[in-house]
């Protein structure tokens, strides 16, 4: 009877000390300010770099729906180009243009000629993905000429390291490799590591290509340094897989594995579809060459439901044909990367339809002739050379050697 008595007095004061409570949680709850636009789209930066952007597209939406409601166009065009980049890192290049399309018209008509160059710089990279390289290198054409016209030499930087994506994909390697060369010395010139660690990446893959695997190991080891210390997962996944494949080329087939690995962990938690299934089919190339056949035709099992599932034909088509890398070294490149969160920049991405196949494309140059690229041609910078057993400069054969879009520098909206 005591101890009920207490609990009956108790009990008044325990309810006003809760609602003393509640009420006092409601009031701090209700002090804390709604978060700006502005803050919103920083915020998405910081998760698109570190996560992917699956996890960075409701906060870009988010942002997008809170410009309109402040009526700033500006901000809205911006951020309609961060989810056109988005969209065109999942695969959906028809939602990619859309949401482009849009935002350069915008930034037209509000006579913004930075943020112009910009949405060029990103249309360039959507129709080099397309494997319309002749519209690609127009759109990245009007991007470098509108940063020299504005003294931005960090977006002409990632202007000229994505014209030498679509060199790249023409298999002109030595006009590609001047791109990246002067991309990076402006990185290195205005302080944009993120910058800097794609074009490294990009140098990378043009020794990888040409069977250069030490030079190709020691540019995506500075490339993966810098992804590391910045806490970028996205771009550290790719380092690695890259990693990976230079090591399959000189036979370590057991520190290729391990860099599978790591890549594969950081490619699942950035949602990276299209690296996660490339490290899949990098695991079972691996496997393969030590003879563990069983394990191998499970990683490719693997990689073909990922490519399924995300869409990725191409993909799907070179798996298919050529599981094992059985007609061609598996770890020649194939392009396709994406970096980093930009102020406006420009994303790499997957593939989906409708889409020009890139290897049912025309090579050609910007504003001349259809070229294949031959030894003939001469020399290559920094002594590089053809890849042994091949015909010349041009590549047949493209394996999972993810290539980094390089960003312009984040910047406000």
Known sequence: MWSLELRRRRGPSAAVALLLGITCLGEATAQVPERTAEQVVARAREIYAQEGPRAALPEFERALALFRQGDDRRGEAIVLGLIGNCYKRFGDFPRSLDHLQRALAMKQELGDRLEEGKTHSHLGLVYWEMGDYARAAEALGRSIAIAREANDRQLEAAALNNLG??????????????????????????????????????????????????????????????????????????????????????????????????????AREAGLAKEEADWHKGRGTALARVGRHNPALEEYQQARQIYEKAGLKRELVELLQDPGGRSRPPWRPRLGRDGLPPGDGAFGGHRSSPRRHRWAACARRPGGAAHTPRASDGPLPSGLHPCPGSSGWRTHGRGPRPTRACLPRPGPP
Not at 179 to 195: K, S
Not at 231 to 250: E, R, T, V
């Open 165 to 266: 994506l679509v060199y790249d994909e023409q298999g002109d390697y030595r006009r590609s490799l001047e791109q990246y060369q002067r991309a990076l010395e402006l990185h290195r010139q205005t302080g944009f590591e993120r910058g800097e660690s794609d074009t490294l990446g990009n140098i990378g893959g043009v020794h990888l290509l040409l069977g250069r695997y030490r030079e190709a190991l020691d540019y995506y080891q500075q490339a993966l340094a810098i992804s590391e210390r910045l806490k970028l997962k996205a771009s550290a996944s790719q380092d690695l897989g890259n990693i990976g494949l230079c090591q399959l080329g000189l036979g370590e087939i057991t520190e290729a594995l391990r860099a599978f690995d790591r890549a594969l962990a950081l």
